[in-house]
């Protein structure tokens, strides 16, 4: 996690709120998406998925309950179009409208010395939502407030770089997904069952039959790790052994003072290689972080 906890804040542009509303939005979503929309309510939040039909994620989110039968999911602005685009095949059929309302809302987030273990939401105040995760709140703030909500927080908080933001969700093993890494992945490629955001409980929804046999039967050789390199990396590098085949690929990553952390899909046997290769044969050096 970020050390030295303090009275730090930044923007968080790059988060954008997608809006599922429909008489039965909760019914429709329990269908699409990987968490069970029984655990989500007004209190509470929870980290999903959605899927494609072969059990590929085109995106990570984090779903809340407004009221009832009405659901803001938060995912990077990127991924929005993409996510509606599929979603909204389905929803014709369901009486759902689906929508991006980013415009809406501004995001900033702020850290605290409190540890959360969920998705908590805090009640909606002076058109204020927070949802908390880790030791950093999230604030989506209705536009009309959000220069003078900035300007008081100013006053009794420093304003860091949104760079900050992304580390600490890589840090937490959060993956985003965005355009370039779309419909690349499974949860188990992710970690995303490992951070609650898949339940196997619940009944069918798009890809669930994929899920359930890699959960229950397949032997996985790779699993997502948090790494330091020494150099920036795009999103959705890969890399590749003296074969030619994949052995790994970026999900997300952000730099810090120390180089770049990145959050990759990379084969078990690789983690304790001194490098790593891409297909243009270049060289990157690497540490598996615990």
């Given at each position: 996690?970020?050390?030295?906890?303090?009275?730090?804040?930044?923007?968080?542009s790059?988060?954008?709120?997608?809006?599922?509303d429909?008489k039965?939005?909760?019914k429709?979503?329990q269908?699409?998406?990987?968490q069970?929309?029984?655990?989500?309510?007004e209190?509470?939040?929870?980290?999903g998925?959605y899927?494609?039909?072969k059990?590929?994620?085109?995106?990570?989110?984090?779903?809340?309950?407004?009221k009832?039968?009405?659901?803001y999911?938060?995912?990077?602005?990127?991924?929005?179009?993409i996510?509606?685009?599929?979603?909204?095949?389905?929803?014709?059929?369901?009486?759902?409208?689906?929508?991006d309302v980013s415009?809406?809302?501004?995001?900033?987030?702020?850290?605290?010395?409190e540890?959360?273990?969920?998705?908590?939401?805090?009640?909606?105040k002076n058109?204020?939502?927070?949802?908390?995760?880790t030791?950093?709140?999230?604030h989506?703030?209705?536009n009309t407030?959000?220069?003078?909500?900035?300007e008081?927080?100013?006053?009794t908080?420093?304003?860091?770089?949104?760079?900050?933001?992304?580390?600490?969700l890589?840090?937490?093993?959060?993956?985003?997904?965005?355009p370039?890494?779309t419909?690349?992945?499974?949860?188990?490629?992710l970690g995303?069952?490992?951070?609650?955001?898949?339940?196997?409980?619940k009944?069918?929804?798009?890809g669930?039959e994929?899920v359930?046999?890699?959960?229950?039967?397949?032997?996985l050789?790779?699993?997502?790790?948090?790494?330091?390199?020494?150099?920036?990396?795009?999103d959705?590098?890969?890399?590749?052994?003296n074969?030619?085949n994949?052995?790994?690929?970026?999900?997300?990553?952000?730099s810090?003072?120390?180089?770049?952390?990145?959050?990759?899909?990379?084969?078990d046997?690789?983690?304790?290689?001194?490098?790593?290769?891409t297909?243009?044969?270049?060289v990157y050096h690497f540490?598996?972080?615990?």
């Amino acid at each position: 996690m970020i050390k030295n906890v303090g009275a730090i804040v930044a923007d968080f542009s790059a988060l954008g709120v997608v809006s599922v509303d429909g008489k039965s939005a909760s019914k429709f979503l329990q269908g699409q998406i990987t968490q069970d929309i029984s655990q989500v309510s007004e209190d509470c939040g929870a980290l999903g998925s959605y899927l494609t039909p072969k059990g590929r994620v085109i995106s990570t989110f984090i779903i809340l309950q407004i009221k009832p039968e009405s659901y803001y999911l938060l995912m990077p602005k990127s991924i929005i179009d993409i996510f509606i685009e599929k979603m909204s095949k389905y929803a014709i059929f369901s009486k759902i409208i689906i929508q991006d309302v980013s415009e809406k809302y501004q995001v900033i987030a702020q850290w605290t010395s409190e540890q959360y273990t969920t998705w908590s939401v805090k009640p909606a105040k002076n058109k204020i939502i927070t949802v908390a995760n880790t030791h950093m709140l999230l604030h989506l703030i209705d536009n009309t407030g959000y220069q003078s909500y900035k300007e008081n927080m100013r006053q009794t908080h420093t304003l860091v770089s949104e760079d900050i933001v992304q580390l600490t969700l890589i840090q937490a093993r959060i993956p985003l997904i965005h355009p370039e890494n779309t419909e690349i992945f499974t949860i188990h490629d992710l970690g995303l069952d490992k951070l609650n955001a898949v339940n196997f409980k619940k009944g069918c929804y798009t890809g669930q039959e994929i899920v359930a046999r890699m959960h229950y039967k397949a032997k996985l050789k790779h699993h997502l790790y948090l790494v330091k390199f020494e150099q920036i990396l795009a999103d959705n590098q890969i890399f590749i052994d003296n074969n030619d085949n994949e052995v790994g690929r970026v999900v997300h990553g952000s730099s810090n003072d120390n180089g770049y952390l990145a959050l990759v899909w990379l084969r078990d046997e690789k983690t304790h290689a001194e490098y790593l290769v891409t297909p243009e044969k270049q060289v990157y050096h690497f540490t598996v972080i615990d």
